[in-house]
């Protein structure tokens, strides 16, 4: 089981079902999907820098707050099934894919995607590692799926009775 792609979300509750990503992201879910169900592989979930205070994002922004494993889709189900609207009402996030949570740590214990960035490849590519972000999910690189595998290793998995949890948003 290992880090495979990185997804921004601007939460992660407890117990997370799903994914989801605006119009644009929608390729890039459905290559996520097709890579990751049936495997055991994980998205990991960041809580990007920029989120706005209406999402009350607290200590969590900029960090990389945990992993989820994609599920295959139920049948008779669809993308526009799991969807978040935004705080205002609107569906800014239409698409979506079934998911379990796998890691979820104490906040304070979790990693700034930023001094990740940093460690591999230096100070000044952060801006445009993120902003892949405006695309949607996205595969990352061996060397920091190395590093995710590697810290949330030592973390307990999230048991199957909270994972199940909470239901659309």
């Excluded at 460690?119 to 590093?147: C, N, S, T």
Aim: with cysteine.
């Amino acid at each position: 089981m290992g880090f495979r792609y990185i997804q921004s979300l601007y939460d992660y509750p407890d117990g997370i079902a799903h994914i989801a990503v605006p119009e644009i992201g929608e390729k890039q879910l459905q290559k996520m999907a097709g890579d990751t169900c049936g495997t055991d592989d994980l998205v990991a979930i960041y809580i990007p820098e920029g989120t706005g205070e209406a999402y009350e994002p607290g200590d969590k922004r900029g960090r990389i707050v945990g992993g989820v494993k994609l599920l295959r889709m139920p049948r008779g189900r669809v993308m526009r099934d799991y969807f978040y609207k935004d705080w205002d009402g609107t569906m800014r996030w239409p698409l979506g894919w079934p998911c379990k949570a796998v890691y979820a740590r104490e906040i304070s214990q979790c990693r700034y995607l930023r001094g990740l960035v940093e460690e591999l490849w230096g100070p000044h590519l952060f801006q445009r590692y993120v902003a892949r972000f405006q695309q949607g999910p996205f595969e990352i690189e061996h060397a920091m799926a190395d590093k995710l595998d590697k810290f949330f290793a030592h973390f307990p998995k999230v048991t199957e009775r909270r994972s199940n949890t909470i239901g659309r948003k």
